[in-house]
């Protein structure tokens, strides 16, 4: 969702700004801006719309070597140039980037139209500019006299003309991270913004305002209390950010996923055991024994993943597992208990849903772990442990790696926790031997990447779909039908195969295709019949199966076929033929694949 960026050095900060923002599309907005602090005074350019149109319409000359950008997803107030980011004081000193929300927004501007200050914009973030106006001694006290009024989550960013050399930013359920370079200093509410220029970067943490200038940083609490900082290391480079040879970044991360499942499981299994050895999780043998029951939580495919999890758990445990959407558990006074390990899912680490529903579980007494792929996420590091996907950055809005990187964690713990209970030496060998094969039967499914776009082609223009799966095959539907849903727009709806007698089976018809998950395992027999009743109907049939399968062949329309896993790790595999599935229908309906309408790749409001 909203991005900042900010610089201050010795180059000129217009172009940094720029290719900051270009950095932060992927997120998802409706509108961008920059302030630069030139020689004359603060100059601000935002415009509704891409970032394109706004850069070509810069004036030449815009010379200085301070500035701070945003990219704006509208909250309060539509898409306009008037409610992009940054927005200014009256006496036009002072600009300010904020992602987030000021909940007490309506008493204060009232309170400041009253005190005669006039707002241009309908945003909730421009009165923190009108807060700051009068205040100009010590730009960082009059940043925390300004939040100590305010109500509400962000990340913030501020520079003020009167104070040329600087920017002050805060931070407060809204990313922060300073850059360190060399005698210039870099601001992103995303690291994938700045590791352009460096690695070195410091996470601002909630209530805590940093001061920046070319030379470097100091940090003090809301109440001016100094906090000390360790800056850390970005484990990504630039080009992990590029696009590369691939026409969208969506392809080129379900081509990531062979390495990318290498990954997450390098150097955490243990044949010697046949177990798995998951650093990160603080818990001990003894903790995990006394564990009763586990809950996943997370939004969007997270929680599709989280679904998938809970199933490998509770197959391979025999500990009862079930996944909830973050956002719905934060609100329903759930019932938090010691005896349950909570597990929250998220990709970026920064859902605002699923860091709600962390603190609810914590408030509460109770111990959540995080699976997350951000290192240093905020989700990651308020979790008391955890396991960190590795999957790498994933730019697209859609998420592909970090779904299937996510599943083969729950397979990880599902394997640890198994091996400390009942799960016998031959059975959690077997697994960790198909674990191990997985990264290149993601590349076998990958190579048949030809035959399901001509599959894709054929169904691109209908306007429904369904997908149905039992058991651990129903998560596959439901994130398989997600997929096609985000980046085609294709209507889908996923349904648990047992249930199509029950109502989807009046939708079922020669002009909806419906794809059934049907992996070879005890319910094969029972998804043919449903199958059969599609047929019966008329209903074009997409088989999802194991190679090998070749009766299938005849009673479908089409196949697209992994190969053949141990029980629990089909999710894996038979999500990837899904996920090339919904771009290739995209690709041929001319749909805009990484960044599909309406949709952002982290949200960070709730
Ligand atoms: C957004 C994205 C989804 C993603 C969800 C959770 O809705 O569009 O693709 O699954 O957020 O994101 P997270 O970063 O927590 O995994």
Redesign the pocket.
Known sequence: MCGIVGYVGRQEAAPILLAGLHRLEYR?YDSAGIAVITRGGLRVHKAVGKIAPLEAALPKRLRGTVGIGHTRWATHGEPSDANAHPHVDCAGNVAVAHNGIIENAGVLRARLEAEGHVFRSQTDTELLAHLLEADGDDLTQAVRAALAAIEGTYGLAVVDARHPDRIVVARNGSPVVIGIGQREMFVASDAAALVRHTRQVVYLDDREVATIDADGYRTVTLDDRPTQKRPSEVSWGHEAYERGPFPHFMLKEINEQVEASARTLKGRLDAQFSTAHLGGLELSARELLAIRRVKIL??????YAGLAGAHVIESLTRVPADAEPASEFRYRNPVVENEVLYVA???????AD?LAAVREIGRKGGRVLGVV??VGST?ARECEGGIYIHAGPEVS???TK??TCTVLAFALLALHLGRIRDLSPARGKRLLQALERLPEQIAEVLAGAESIRGIAEKYASRTNAFFLGRASGFPVALEGA?KLK?VSYIHAEAYPASELKHGPLALVSPETPTVMVLPQDDLYEKSLSSLEEIRARRGPVIALTHTGDERLRERVDDVLLVPPTEPELNPVLMTVPLQLLAYHAAVALGRDVDRPRN?????TVE
């Open positions: 998802g997370g939004c969007g495919s997270a929680f899912v998220s990709q970026s680490g920064e859902t699923t792929n951000v989700i809005v859609c998420s970090s779904f997600q985000e949709l952002a790749k982290s949200v």
